[in-house]
């Protein structure tokens, strides 16, 4: 049963003497900071004014959380299960020391892990009854000087840690003090070293340079393990070199949250890719000649594509089209004999109804029923037929699926997605029937367009129309064209024949050798 410290005797008798004394003077520090800030209307400051106690807060609180530091090592130390009855989290009825803090705290244990991890670096060590200098020294001594946030010495503390906690590298132990005290001048603006070789490290005074926030200091590190590991990861890379990891978390939101992390080379390829594909749908489309004439005649209205994706979601749909494309590569290893094939399953009375969800084998989340009819439209159905008691009676044909040479001919008319500036390749897209199958539109070539996930997910609510003419789609965005003028979407190229003479022949607008122009 967890004992409250407040009601133990040697509680109350701490409260006394000297050492009650001082927790006055704490109270009455904390409620004189209590009582300011209430007074101050933070909204009416000036400028200046909200500058001057952003920066005044700021430093009364680094005191206190160097202090809630050193307070939660401790205690954590002596609260540490190998002290068996004589854990102070025993003897408080906690079940272990996180669970100690949290309740002495009533903050969160990953708060209190974060605060023990760095008090482990910059606390003094006990050996053999001798006191030895934290870990990083220069960064405790900054921190006790209140110049150093706890944020910009977790950060130098990380980007050390390999040299100075784990001994990896055969880096000169000088060197890496002068990294720490390079990382904590820049951090803080001032010079921090022993006036003697006896003495302790304080600050010795300004530095000539500026003072960098915690997020820069991310970046210093890593100029400063290049240079104290010069040869990089070798001859030990093997067993030191960081491995790329990626998982799914807990379903969360209606959304499995990634975790891992990859390597800066992984990295580069990945970030290389988003750039390539991102700077193709967001590059700026100025209207052709013809558009602009219809424009200043007040026939068409200016605009850009809608896209209100932010940069997170056209990654997500970008690494969508990757994977969908690998799992459709016939080289792709099979499961069973079969493709990897997402399989969803759905009422046929909701899948009517168009109301309910879906479920994906193996995946918590339900899908809508919007989805589960864009999966149908590009890769079929195969209906399974129940008795009352559950069995299995029998398995329908697969309906509602383009083939794969139907698909084929439409990519050789489409190109890729229709929808105008677009430029997702043919193998990203998905078929779309422009006459819905449920309402009898047929499965043919002549009422399937190619449609990139994006576009076929918003087909619907986004204002595009689409109609065949002659086998051929169409399109009217009615928030472009009031008029509601159905034009033809840029054909595959190849549909535009080479000139005789490319050199010298200038075709009109309109030839039979000229291409047409976009939309």
Request: aromatic letters at 6%.
């Amino acid at each position: 049963m967890w004992r409250d410290p407040a009601h133990l005797p040697a509680v109350q008798r701490a409260q006394t003497g000297v050492f009650g004394e001082k927790l006055q003077v704490l109270a009455e520090a904390a409620a004189a900071v209590q009582e300011v800030m209430g007074s101050i209307d933070v909204d009416g400051l000036n400028d200046a004014e909200l500058v001057a106690l952003t920066q005044m807060t700021e430093k009364v609180g680094r005191p206190t959380d160097l202090a809630r530091v050193r307070t939660a090592t401790v205690v954590d130390y002596r609260a540490r299960t190998g002290l068996g009855r004589d854990s102070l989290a025993w003897r408080l009825g906690a079940s272990h020391h996180t669970d100690l803090l949290t309740r002495l705290t009533g903050a969160s244990g990953q708060e209190m892990k974060r605060r023990i991890r760095l008090g482990d670096k910059i606390a003094p060590r006990m050996m053999g009854g001798t006191v030895l200098d934290p870990v990083f020294p220069t960064v405790a001594a900054a921190l006790a000087a209140g110049e150093l946030g706890l944020d910009a010495a977790e950060e130098i503390v990380k980007g050390l840690a390999d040299y100075k906690v784990h001994g990896r590298f055969d880096a000169n132990p000088a060197d890496v003090d002068a990294a720490e005290a390079g990382l904590v001048e820049s951090a803080t603006g001032s010079v921090y070293g022993r006036s003697t070789d006896e003495s302790p490290i304080t600050r010795l005074g300004d530095s000539d340079g500026f003072s960098y926030p915690a997020d820069a200091l991310r970046e210093m590190a890593l100029q400063w393990q290049a240079a104290l590991n010069p040869d990089g990861l070798a001859p030990n890379e093997d067993l030191l070199e960081a491995k790329s990891t990626f998982s799914f978390g807990g379903l969360r939101n209606g959304l499995y949250p990634l975790r891992g992390g990859v390597t800066p080379d992984l990295k580069g390829i990945i970030q290389t890719l988003f750039n390539t594909y991102q700077s193709a749908r967001t590059a700026p489309r100025f209207p052709t000649a013809d558009e602009q004439e219809s424009i200043e005649a007040g026939e068409l209205v200016p605009g850009e594509i809608l896209d209100d994706r932010s940069g997170g979601e056209k990654r997500a749909d970008i690494l969508r089209g990757i994977l969908t494309q690998i799992a459709q590569d016939p080289r792709t290893p099979t499961m069973g004999g079969m493709p990897p094939t997402v399989m969803v399953h759905v009422s046929a009375a909701d899948l009517l109804a168009g109301i309910g969800v879906g479920w994906i084998d193996g995946i918590d989340g339900p899908i809508s029923m919007k989805t589960i009819n864009q999966m149908i439209d590009n890769g079929g159905i195969r209906p399974v037929f129940f008795g009352g008691n559950g069995a299995v009676l029998a398995l329908g044909n697969k309906a509602r699926c383009f083939s794969p040479l139907q698909r084929r001919a439409i990519t050789a008319r489409d190109g890729g997605c229709i929808v105008p500036s677009c430029t997702s390749p043919a193998q990203w897209t998905e078929l779309h029937h422009v006459i819905p199958w449920e309402h009898g539109g047929r499965t043919d070539i002549d009422n399937g367009v190619l449609l990139c996930w994006y576009h076929h997910h918003t087909i619907n609510t986004a204002g595009w129309k689409i109609r065949m003419v002659n086998g051929c789609p169409s399109e009217a965005p009615h928030w472009f064209d009031p008029t509601g003028t159905w034009r033809r979407p840029n054909q595959h190229r190849a549909h535009t024949p080479t000139p005789e003479n490319p050199r010298t022949r200038n075709d009109p607008p309109g030839s039979r050798h000229a291409r047409p122009p976009g939309f």
